[in-house]
C-alpha cells in the first residue's frame, strides 16, 4: 500500500508536471498492491532463499507490525492501521496457539516492548503497559499510562519502541512532515524514558524516521534504519543504516541526506561534514523498517552478530523496489555488503506482501512480520546431506 501519510512537502520550484508524474506514479503503485491473501493463498514458493533456508506461515496476524517475545513464549504483534495489540502463544517447539486481542481501539499502536513482567505499548503520544499480561490473556488488564505528552502528529508518528542494554526504553519521534525543520527536541529524534516514564532524554538527533533498531550483541551499540525524505526522485536519497555509540549524535535531517547529498531546501544552512555519515546506505525509498541482531546458532556462522532489515517497500517511485528481507555484513563496526537475504513478496510490480519486522527466536529461527498479508512467517536453516 502507499505510504498511509504521502507527504505534501514537495520540493518549491519541482515543475507542476514532474509532480504530477510522481504523483501518478505513487497512485498506480496503489492499485498494483495485490489484496491480503486468503489463509490458503499465500504463494511462498516464490519466496527466494540461499541455500538450506526454508519459510513457512506460523499464523495470520492482521496488519503485524513490531513483534516481541515473552519468556513465556507468547509472541505480541503490534499494529498500525487495525489499532490493536495481539497475543499469539507458542508451545515449546513454537507452533501457534489461539491469536487473541489483548488490546483495541488504539492509535497506531505498531511497537511493543516486554520487560519485567509488561508489555509496553506505543500508541503515537502514549507510552501504555499492560501488567502481568501472559496470565491475562483472556481478560487483559487495563493499559496503565506511563506517558502521554509525546508529540501527537500521526505523520510519521508511529513507534517502534525497545529497551536497551542499559535499562532505557527507546521511543523515536518522526518528522512531523516530508522535509522540515521541527524543534529537534521534540521531533526528527530517538528518545530515551525510564520504564516508569519519570524521565526523558534524547539520545540522537537528526532522524527523519527510524521504525526499526537493536543493540550490537558484543559493543552494546545502538544501530538503527531511517526512512530517506521523498520527492529528490527515484535514485535519491537512499534509505540508511547508522550507528550511535554514544548519545548526542546528530544523523543529519533535514540538511544532508545519505551522509553526501545536501537537502535542495535546507541544506545550505549546514554542510554535511557536520553530521555522523551513515554506517551503509540502503536502497533509495526502500522504506527499511525493523531490525535486528542475529543472536542465534541455527544459521550458519557467518550470520551471527549480523543484521537482518525487513524493507517493506517503496511507494513513491517509478519501478518498485524493496519488499523483502536485506542483509548487512559487519566487520567490527564497519558494513561490509549489503545484499538481498528473502525476497518474492514482490513479483515484477505486483505486490503480496510487506515485511515489517524480523525476531529472532530461542531456537536461533527468524520470524518475520507482513502488515499487508496480515501474517508471521518463520524462517529456518536445515543443512542440505
Not at 508524474?21 to 527466494?48: F, H, Q, V, W, Y
Not at 508511529?158 to 516530508?178: E, M, Q, R, S, T
Not at 548487512?328 to 563496526?333: A, F, I, Q, R, S
Amino acid at each position: 500500500m502507499p505510504d498511509p501519510h504521502p507527504s505534501p512537502d514537495l520540493p518549491r520550484r519541482r515543475p507542476a508536471a514532474s509532480i504530477a508524474r510522481r504523483l501518478l506514479a505513487a497512485i498506480a503503485g496503489t492499485i498494483l498492491l495485490s489484496a491480503p491473501c486468503g489463509a490458503d493463498e499465500l504463494p511462498l514458493d516464490r519466496i527466494k532463499l540461499p541455500t538450506g533456508f526454508s519459510i513457512e506461515l506460523l499464523a495470520r496476524v492482521p496488519n503485524a507490525r513490531q513483534m516481541a517475545l515473552s519468556p513465556a513464549n507468547i509472541l505480541y504483534v503490534g499494529s498500525m492501521r487495525a489499532g490493536k495489540v495481539h497475543a499469539l502463544p507458542l508451545d515449546r517447539d513454537y507452533r501457534p496457539g489461539k491469536l487473541q486481542v489483548v488490546a483495541d481501539d488504539l492509535k497506531m499502536p505498531v511497537g511493543v516492548a516486554w520487560r519485567d513482567g509488561s508489555l509496553y505499548v506505543s500508541a503515537v503520544d502514549r507510552i501504555l503497559r499492560l501488567d502481568g499480561i501472559d496470565k491475562r490473556l483472556d481478560r487483559p488488564p487495563p493499559p496503565v499510562v506511563v506517558r502521554d505528552d509525546l508529540p501527537r502528529e500521526t505523520h510519521h508518528g508511529w513507534k517502534f519502541i525497545a529497551f536497551g542494554p542499559d535499562g532505557w526504553l527507546y521511543v523515536p519521534v518522526g518528522a512531523p512532515c516530508n522535509i522540515c525543520e521541527p524543534d529537534p527536541e521534540r521531533y526528527a529524534a530517538i528518545l530515551r524514558l525510564r520504564p516508569d516514564g519519570k524521565e526523558l532524554q534524547t539520545f540522537a538527533r537528526g532522524v527523519r524516521n527510524t521504525v526499526g533498531f537493536d543493540w550490537h550483541p558484543a559493543s552494546g551499540e545502538l544501530w538503527f534504519t531511517d526512512n530517506g525524505r521523498d520527492w529528490l526522485g527515484d535514485e535519491r536519497p537512499p534509505d540508511e543504516l547508522n550507528r550511535a555509540p554514544k548519545a548526542g549524535m546528530h544523523f543529519g535531517y533535514p540538511y544532508c541526506h545519505g551522509g553526501t547529498i545536501a537537502d535542495p531546501e535546507f541544506g545550505r544552512q549546514r554542510t554535511c561534514a557536520d553530521f555522523v555519515p551513515p554506517a551503509q546506505n540502503l536502497g533509495p525509498h526502500v522504506a527499511a523498517l525493523g531490525m535486528r541482531f542475529y543472536t542465534g546458532r541455527q544459521f550458519p556462522e557467518k550470520y551471527r552478530n549480523q543484521i537482518f532489515i525487513a524493507e517493506h517497500g517503496s511507494w513513491n517511485r517509478g519501478k518498485k523496489i524493496g519488499y523483502r528481507i536485506s542483509l548487512v555484513t559487519l566487520d567490527g563496526n564497519r558494513a561490509v555488503s549489503y545484499t538481498p537475504f528473502a525476497s518474492g513478496w514482490l513479483d515484477d510490480d505486483f505486490v503480496w506482501g510487506r515485511p515489517a519486522d524480523v525476531l529472532v527466536l530461542p531456537d536461533g529461527s527468524l520470524l518475520v512480520s507482513d502488515d499487508h498479508a496480515g501474517a508471521i512467517y518463520r524462517i529456518r536453516y536445515q543443512p542440505r546431506d
